[in-house]
């Protein structure tokens, strides 16, 4: 079975710096997808950064950046220039994938991160 | 992307009464969508996978009598607490997948049952 382990329950980070929220995983799967979801107190799940787990490449969405280390099964997310709407919960996720078929989404507990002026 | 809506965004009943959830998928036919529960500062827990035309699949643990799932159309799914209990007190999300190979989900904003 899939594990998804977010050991950072709680951060937080002043404004315009820069922090990094950290997920490892556990899978006998070979292809996957990787998801950081972000939701604000309004409650509303959005998705913030995805990775194929065939693509060496790391994602990067404007201030979003993962390190997806497929060895280590490890994938963190890094939110540069950190603005106060960055404060959210964040919930990395993972789904796996097999001959055009995916499977259900499996999220770890969350990191409450807080951007501070 | 798809814009999923939830009504209604909160909702309070007496024990022992049932209430109906609707999850809309306002601009996408999904054929599958699937319905989360949330505890307070907890993470997001499958309960089911709503299938248009077709019974719902249950997680293991989620009572199929107690939380009943109906998907008629390609637009709508409900969840339906029946007989409603404080325990039952949480955060329903629901969420659809389009289809395309992303994997991404759509989520609705949720809906906070609280059961007196």
């Known amino acids: 079975a899939q594990t998804v382990t977010q050991s950072q329950p709680e951060m937080s980070v002043q404004e315009a710096e820069t922090v990094t929220l950290s997920c490892t995983y556990d899978t006998s799967e070979n292809n996957y997808y990787l998801f950081w979801y972000k939701q604000p107190p309004s409650r509303q799940m959005i998705l913030v950064i995805r990775q194929e787990a065939y693509k060496q490449q790391n994602a990067t969405e404007n201030r979003f950046s993962v390190n997806f280390q497929k060895a280590a099964k490890s994938f963190s997310l890094k939110i540069s220039d950190s603005q106060l709407g960055d404060t959210a919960m964040y919930f990395c996720a993972f789904m796996f994938s097999y001959g055009g078929s995916q499977g259900n989404l499996i999220f770890g507990k969350g990191t409450k991160l807080s951007v501070k002026p | 992307g798809a814009v999923v809506s939830q009504h209604p965004s909160r909702v309070i009943c007496k024990s022992g009464t049932s209430v109906k959830i609707e999850c809309r998928s306002l601009?996408?036919?999904?054929?599958?969508m699937f319905w989360y529960r949330q505890f307070p500062k907890q993470s997001l827990m499958l309960m089911a996978t709503s299938n248009e035309g077709s019974k719902a699949t249950y997680e293991q643990g989620v009572e199929k009598d107690k939380f009943l799932i109906n998907h008629a159309s390609l637009t709508l799914s409900t969840l339906t607490v029946t007989s409603a209990h404080p325990e039952d007190s949480s955060f329903y999300i629901c969420?659809?997948?389009?289809?395309?190979?992303?994997?991404?989900?759509?989520f609705g904003e949720g809906s906070r049952l609280t059961v007196l």
């Open positions: 969420s659809v997948r389009t289809g395309t190979n992303t994997g991404e989900l759509f």
């Open positions: 601009d996408f036919q999904a054929t599958t």
